[in-house]
């Protein structure tokens, strides 16, 4: 089968369209899915890059988000069958442990993601447990139905974004959210499951461009942080009061000040440090302030049914930016790296 492939660490020349073998049903539970449509997730930049400890089988599949359709089932599959439309949830657990059996399988100690550690998305074929599919909702009435693209696009983010706002830092309607860098996958998920949640939310970017887009998905305030004095504005929109909730996916270029608008009692919520992870906490304040510091990474399976039962309400819809062919993927991986796009890149297998 025809694979976008990473042929060793490194940048973008290591990436290739490729012929690999296609997966196949090895035991029961097992799903095996002709793809449609992959998503690209900034994950994927440090998959290519190289993560610490972690040692691939190369030639590697990337691609952590899918949808497509059921082609065969192995022994033992109860709620899915061969034509069913599907999306893929990209955390495989082990669904037996004491995090697993409470729902929260991004705790599992075998949590692997599709195309981090085992082979992912950007491919024709892929294999995966019965539990990490969920048949493509359809939304009532007058909303359109979900494309390929789009049930693609949702899951990894919409995963992450939930499990941030709702399960982890419990947002509630009426209070104050501020997302760094509106942009990328996960921070517009964010902005959408904060208005979701009644949230009045604040997104930064230095793209003009990109904050006009936020405002049309329901921003209530855009600040351009290559501009502006960012803690300085929030003061000023807060009545001095600093926000709720910070989401801080950046690291050390922001942690600061991130710390600096929260308001008494506030809460941080991170789920990852794109520019670097080493950061301060002066204690006294983390006291005083009574903040709470959250970390969150992806979800579980019921982070995962409560997302996509707002994409079947029609309540939640992803944001996408661009589309390429799967020829096209390093292509569309360039894009991601250059960091301009609003909502996500999709490749279309
Ligand atoms: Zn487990």
């Known amino acids: ?11 973008l020349s290591q990436l290739a369209v490729d012929e690999v073998p296609a997966p196949v049903i090895r035991g029961p539970g097992e799903v095996r899915i002709r793809l449609e ?3 690209l997730n900034h994950l994927d930049l440090w998959t290519i890059r190289g993560l610490p400890g972690l040692a691939l089988a190369l030639p590697h599949i990337l691609g952590g988000d899918g949808a ?6 192995g022994n033992d599959v109860e709620h899915v069958q061969p034509g069913d439309r599907v999306m893929l949830n990209p955390g495989i657990s082990c669904s037996r442990c ?17 195309g981090e550690h085992v082979p992912g998305t950007l491919a ?12 493509v909702p359809t939304p009532p009435g007058p909303h359109p139905p979900i494309s390929w693209a789009e049930a693609a696009a949702f899951s990894l983010v919409t995963l992450t974004a939930w499990r941030m706002l709702v399960t982890r830092a419990h947002l509630r309607a009426g209070e104050t959210v501020l997302i760094w860098g509106v942009g990328g996958g996960v921070s517009v998920t964010a902005l959408q499951v904060a208005k979701l949640c009644g949230a009045r939310v604040i997104v930064t970017s230095s793209s003009d461009a990109k904050l006009e887009a ?10 351009n942080h290559g501009a502006l004095d960012i803690v300085k504005s929030v003061r000023r929109l807060t009545d001095r009061r600093g926000v709720d909730v910070v989401v801080d996916n950046v690291g050390e270029a922001t942690w600061d000040r991130s710390l600096k608008l929260l308001a008494r009692g506030g809460r941080l919520v991170t789920c990852g440090a794109t520019t ?27 982070d995962f049914r409560e997302a996509v039962n707002l994409l079947g309400q029609g309540r939640l819809r992803p944001v996408i930016d661009s589309t390429f062919a799967l020829d096209d993927a390093v292509e569309a991986f360039r894009r991601l790296e250059q960091g301009e796009q609003m909502g996500k890149i999709t490749v279309a297998v």
């Not at 089968?1 to 990473?6: E, P």
């Not at 004491?98 to 599709?114: A, D, F, I, N, V």
Request: glycine content about 10%; proline content about 2%.
């Open 98 to 114: 004491r995090y697993c059996l409470r729902g929260e399988h991004s705790l599992c100690e075998t949590y692997r993601l599709l």
């Open 214 to 223: 936020a405002r049309a998905l329901g921003a209530d305030e855009t600040l």
């Open 276 to 302: 670097g992870p080493a950061v301060n906490v002066d204690v006294r304040r983390l006291f005083w302030y009574q903040w709470t510091i959250l970390g969150s990474t992806m979800g579980g399976a019921e």
């Open 37 to 39: 449509a992959a998503a």
């Open 1 to 11: 089968m025809k694979a976008l492939v990473l042929r060793g660490h490194g940048d």
């Open 124 to 135: 024709e074929y892929i294999v995966v447990p019965e539990q990490n599919v969920a048949a």
């Open 68 to 73: 497509g359709v059921v082609e065969s089932v």
